[in-house]
Every structure is written in C-alpha cells, then in structure tokens.
C-alpha cells in the first residue's frame, strides 16, 4: 500500500511541476482582503475540479445545468450574468463547448479564459473515430489528465488572486493526492474483468481516453457525432462489432434518451447501463464531485462488464 502510494505520487511529476511554476513568487505583496472572486466553469464536472481547488476562497459556478449535453447545449440569459461577473472562465475546448465563443466576445469582457484541454498536449491528445480529423475533447474522464486540469486551475485562480495562492496550492496539493488514489484503485478495479471482457460501447464518444488508460477495448459509440441519430444501417453494423467483439454491455448517460442504447441492446443481445456520468455531474451526493461520480462510474463498469 505504501509503495503504492509513492508510485502514485511519482508518477504525478508533470502536475506538480506545474503547480511548483504556478507557486506566487516569495515576498510577493500580498493583496489586502477584498472578497470572493467570482469563477465560472463550463460543465458541473469541470466546476467539481475548480471547487476542489477554491475552497472556500472563490465562489464558483457552472453554466450548463446538471444533466444537460454541453455539446448540444444552448445558453441561458443567466450564462451571460454569470460570464459579466466572472474573473475567470474555465472551458474544456478541444470542440465540446461550441456554443462558448459568442457568450465569452459579448459577456466575459473582465476575465481570463483558460482552456483546461491545452493541458494536454501532443501525443496525449487522441482523434476519438467517430470524430475524424477532430481531436477528442474527454479528457477529464483520465484521472491523469484531470491532474492536469488541476495543475492549470490552480495557475489559473493564483495569478488572479494571489492573496488566496497558497490556500489553492494547499487544495491543489490534497486534490492531486485523491486523483492519485482514484487512479491506482481504478487500475485494480478494471483489473478484476476478465481480459476477454474488456470493451466497451457507449452512447458518445466520452470514454476513449478512460478506455486507453485502463485497457478497455473502445468498440464504438452509438452518436456517430454530437446530437445525430445513428441510421438503421450504424445500428445493425454496431451491433454486429458488440457480437464479434463480445461485448456484455451498452453504457449510456441519464441525460439521453435510453431508446437508441435499448434497442442495440435488444438486437446484440446484451444488458444496457444508462447510468455511467461523464460530461455532467449527477444531483445525488454520491455524484457530487468529480472522484465521487467516477468511483460511480468504474463500479458500474466493473459490474456491468466483469460479471
Ligand atoms: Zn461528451
């Protein structure tokens, strides 16, 4: 176990180096107390990730609604509000939030824009197949790459708060620590499917970078692109690769429509999960948080797969 945990702190040097750079500089002036800066995420996932790393030393808030696509999501007036108010905008990028960009011109015109995907850079960055010629924006789903994000938040909130930087530093350090531990448990609980039973089809294209880290096999996605109904021949040609491939189930997310999952399901024979939780949070405590919905997450895999 305590090997294990120093493997795991190890192998987050790129993470901690990142935060070392981001540490506000010795003797640094600090700032007199002057209230909550006022921090907007994207996606209750990614805010999950901001709020480990505030405290209670920003106020942080989420513009697309738990339970909602943020890659078919059309914003509010409370978004514009919120982005007036903001010091900084957290987005994913990498194509995930296309509706942004026009919000972020006309209403973020006080706060820095930090886009967590640019974290990951060269040959971590993957092409998902059903999205040719595009990078795919999940990365958040690979704790490693959500150690990342919190390496870029905590540069982030720091240069714009620097009288709360060693409080986010201190947030930041103990966040990493539970990334690390998420991670090592996943191994050994993906380890505990049956090799031959390790693949996965999902509703989107969320898992590719999840399935890469754990040695789950990415057989395909039923959306062949954001918000676009498969046709009858991807439904047969999919079910077909769940036959040849063995795989034992169909994993989709609350926020669609379970039809399309039920009915590949139904043609390949196989169960279907409608509760794996991604691109959004879900509303119960247990879902609350980033770690809490992914040891969700690998459980429901591990159940679903390795039975
Ligand atoms: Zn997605």
Known sequence: MILDRCKGLCLSGIALALLSCAHAPAGAPSAAPSGHIVVVATTSTLASLVRAVAGDAATVQALVPIGVSPETYEPAPRDVVALENASVVFENGAGLETWLARLITTSATHAHVIILSDAVTGANRGESPYRPQATNPHFWLDPNYAELYV???????????????????????????????????????????????RAMITFHDAWYYFDRRYGLRDIGAIEPSPGREPSAKDLAALIELARVNHVRAIFAEPEFSPRLAKQLADGAGISTVTDLYDDSLGDTPGLSTYEGMMRHNVTTIVQALGS
């Open 151 to 197: 390496a870029r938040i905590t540069q982030a909130l720091s240069a714009a708060d620097p009288a709360n930087a060693n409080a986010y530093h201190a947030n930041a350090t103990a966040e990493i620590a539970r990334l690390q531990q998420l991670d090592l448990w996943t191994r050994k609980r993906i380890a505990t499917i049956p090799v031959q039973q």
